[in-house]
T-cell receptor
Framework: AQTVTQSQPEMSVQEAETVTLSCTYD???????LFWYKQPPSRQMILVIR??????QNATENRFSVNFQKAAKSFSLKISDSQLGDAAMYFC????????????????FGKGTKLSVKP | NAGVTQTPKFQVLKTGQSMTLQCAQDMNHEYMSWYRQDPGMGLRLIHY???????DQGEVPNGYNVSRSTTEDFPLRLLSAAPSQTSVYFC??????????FGSGTRLTVV
C-alpha cells in the first residue's frame, strides 16, 4: 500500500531561522506528484508547493523549497527566514497519477507536522 | 471568486439523524473528494469521484453516501449520524495531476 510518513509530529523554529520538515513515502510508481499543504489555525488547507517526480529540479516557491530524493523516496520541506505566520500544521501528500498516465489515484496524506515559530 | 464552496461551516446533530454536507466547485475540475480530519489521524479519504456519474469509496466510507450528478456538485450524506462521525470534513477538487483546492471545512459534532 502507498503510504506517506511524517516522522516529526511537532517542530519548533526561531523567527528568521530555517527549518526542515521531513516526509517519506512508499510507492512502486515511477511517475507521480508530491505536495506540501499548510493548515493554519483558521483550518483552511493551503497548497504550499508541488513537485513532479519526473523533474529532477527541486521545486521552489519564495521562502519554501523542497529536497526531493526520488531514490530514497524522501520529500522534505525547507522554510527559510521563518515568520510568525508560518506557524501551522504542515501535511505532505502523494498523488500516484503521473504526467504520462498512470493510475487514477487520490491524494494520500501524512499525519502532519505541527510547526511553532518563536518570536 | 473561483473555488470550492462547502456548507455548512458548523453543524450539531443528534445520534441517528441524517444530513447532507454540500460541496460545489466552479473550476470545472474532474476530480472531487471528501476527507475527514481527526486529531492525530491526518486527512482520511471518505469517497471520491473522477467525473460526473462516477464515484468510489475511499479509506473510511462506512456511514456515508455520495453522488455526482453534475461536474460542479458532490454532496456527502450521513445516513444515520453516530458520535464516531464527529470530525472536521473537507471537500476538495482538482484536475488530473494537480493539487487539491479545498473548501473551508465543516465542523460536525454528533451528540
Amino acid at each position: 500500500a502507498q503510504t506517506v510518513t511524517q516522522s516529526q509530529p511537532e517542530m519548533s523554529v526561531q523567527e528568521a531561522e530555517t527549518v526542515t520538515l521531513s516526509c517519506t513515502y512508499d510507492t512502486s510508481e515511477s511517475d507521480y506528484y508530491l505536495f506540501w499543504y499548510k493548515q493554519p489555525p483558521s483550518r483552511q488547507m493551503i497548497l504550499v508547493i508541488r513537485q513532479e517526480a519526473y523533474k529532477q529540479q527541486n521545486a521552489t516557491e519564495n521562502r519554501f523549497s523542497v529536497n526531493f530524493q526520488k531514490a530514497a523516496k524522501s520529500f522534505s520541506l525547507k522554510i527559510s527566514d521563518s515568520q510568525l505566520g508560518d506557524a501551522a500544521m504542515y501535511f505532505c501528500a502523494y498523488n500516484p497519477e503521473g504526467n504520462y498516465g498512470g493510475s487514477q489515484g487520490n491524494l494520500i496524506f501524512g499525519k502532519g507536522t505541527k510547526l511553532s515559530v518563536k518570536p | 471568486n473561483a473555488g470550492v464552496t462547502q456548507t455548512p461551516k458548523f453543524q450539531v446533530l443528534k445520534t441517528g439523524q441524517s444530513m447532507t454536507l454540500q460541496c460545489a466547485q466552479d473550476m470545472n475540475h474532474e476530480y472531487m473528494s471528501w476527507y475527514r480530519q481527526d486529531p492525530g489521524m491526518g486527512l482520511r479519504l471518505i469517497h471520491y469521484s473522477v467525473g460526473a456519474g462516477i464515484t468510489d469509496q475511499g479509506e473510511v466510507p462506512n456511514g456515508y453516501n455520495v453522488s455526482r450528478s453534475t461536474t460542479e456538485d458532490f454532496p456527502l450524506r450521513l445516513l444515520s449520524a453516530a458520535p464516531s462521525q464527529t470530525s472536521v470534513y473537507f471537500c476538495a477538487s482538482r484536475t488530473r495531476g494537480g493539487g487539491y483546492t479545498f473548501g473551508s471545512g465543516t465542523r460536525l459534532t454528533v451528540v
